[in-house]
Structure formats: C-alpha cells, structure tokens
C-alpha cells in the first residue's frame, strides 16, 4: 500500500516538473523562469528522494542533499543578477 501510494507520488512530482518545464520555458520574463527553475530543482530532490527509497540506497539522499544545497546558491546568484547586484 504504501509502496502504491509512493509511485502515485512520483507520478505527480514528474508532471509538475513537466508543468514546470512548460513554464520555464515559455514564461514571459526571468522571474518566472527563475520560481519555475527553483520548482524543478526542488520537485527532483523529491524524486531523487524516492529513487533512493526504491533501491535502498542512501547514499543517494546524500546526492539530494548537495543538488539542493547547489540549487539555493544558483536562486540566489539568479535574484541577486536580476536585482543587478551581482
């Protein structure tokens, strides 16, 4: 049950990395293309999370943990290069 429960999960964090594609690359400006790529990024540590579930492997929460430590510093390199900060 939970294992079902789990790939029904999985199956909507990789449509809303899909929705979040869409926008990424239609969207009319940077801002919404900056959320719509820190949504991805932290929609597939939610994946990789489960990958890691599913084979029994933690190392690969370690991988998780250093995408996401990687993907806060590229959202704020972004939002401080909008703010012409940078």
Known sequence: MV???LIVAGVFMV???L???FRFIKGPDITDR???FDVMTV???SVIGL???FAGRII???V???YGLLSFLSVVAIGRYIEKGL
């Open 3 to 5: 294992n079902t429960i």
């Open 15 to 17: 449509l809303g990395i």
């Open 19 to 21: 929705l979040s594609l």
């Open 34 to 36: 900056t959320v719509a």
């Open 43 to 45: 929609t597939s540590i």
């Open 51 to 53: 990958i890691a579930y």
């Open 60 to 62: 690969y929460l370690d």
């Open 64 to 66: 998780a943990l250093v």
